[in-house]
């Protein structure tokens, strides 16, 4: 839970938030993870994408609240779930934070819905709990090489700052207002689809404690988002692939995972780029509602 001195600034209505307690013997580098919840129904997860946070889905989860009961995730270390020194953030950790939210409630026939670092993980989450996960929704999957660098120049100077030894961690703490906004707007069609209040508690977000450790972390461990393609033919759900026209992503990047998930359904959003949570909130709402 968010402590008494770093609350979220965004109220999605509607929403409850909870927390799961760390596993016993984890180890030490599991640490408590917060979570949004809200409607009635099959059990739904959102799951966001980098450097963003649950409120990512806060034009989402409105729209589907009447059919599902939402579960919106803050992964290991991002959002307000628990920084933990010396954590892990590859693929593998990241995943295993979504799978202690299935299993520690007890989720089942749930809908998986991810966007860009989320799809890859919704789909390795069903990879791994077959009888736990119903269907995919994969939006945007981020696992193609430069990710977020092909948002713009600004984005590749960032990341590579970031990732550089030594000066790596200096430029990670730091992230002025404008920087982030235009970042973000490199991933939208409808650059007004960002709204400042959501850059203001991605802001708050980011001075938490620890957070620039976590975002490096997160940078450093991208290749192993394109690793885990490797697991997407063993997901036995459904799996719907969602892109937006504009997305990063090439189209070799898509057809490469039509390949790897041939039954998978495919949509393509008109003139929509890579954060269609922000920007169509009504196309991914529209088919999760036809389907349920």
Not at 101 to 112: A, S
Not at 130 to 149: H, K, L, M, Q, S
Not at 194 to 203: G, I
Not at 281 to 291: E, F, I, M, R, S
Request: proline content about 7%.
């Amino acid at each position: 839970m968010a402590s008494q001195e770093s609350r979220p600034t965004i109220h999605i209505p509607g929403t409850t938030s909870h927390s799961i307690a760390p596993r016993a013997g984890g180890h030490g580098r599991e640490g408590t993870l917060r979570y949004l919840k809200a409607g009635s129904g099959a059990p739904l997860v959102l799951l966001h994408t980098v450097r963003t946070q649950a409120e990512h889905f806060r034009l989402l989860i409105p729209l589907i609240a009447d059919r599902y009961t939402v579960y919106a995730l803050d992964l290991p270390g991002m959002g307000y779930s628990e920084i933990v020194p010396g954590a892990s953030y590859d693929e593998p950790a990241m995943r295993t934070g979504v799978e202690r939210l299935l299993t520690e409630l007890d989720l089942h026939d749930v809908t998986l819905v991810g966007e860009s670092m989320g799809a890859v993980l919704a789909l390795t989450t069903a990879a791994d709990l077959p009888e736990r996960v119903r269907r995919v929704i994969a939006v945007n999957t981020y696992d193609f090489r430069d990710g977020i660098a092909r948002s713009g120049l600004l984005a590749r100077v960032v990341v590579s700052g970031v990732l550089t030894p030594g000066i790596g961690p200096v430029i990670a703490g730091v992230e002025p207002k404008p920087a982030l906004r235009k970042i973000l707007q490199g991933g939208l069609g409808d650059k007004s689809a960002l709204r400042e209040d959501y850059v203001d508690e991605l802001l708050q977000v980011g001075r938490r404690r620890g957070y620039p450790t976590v975002a490096r972390g997160v940078y450093q461990n991208l290749p192993s988002l394109i690793a885990a393609r490797s697991q997407y033919p063993e997901v036995k759900a459904p799996v719907h692939l969602v892109y937006g026209e504009n997305d990063w992503s090439r189209p070799s990047d898509r057809e490469a995972n039509k390949k790897l998930l041939p039954t998978a359904d495919f949509t393509q959003v008109p003139k929509a780029g890579h954060f269609i949570a922000l920007e169509r909130p009504d196309v991914l709402a529209d088919l999760l509602n036809t389907v349920a």
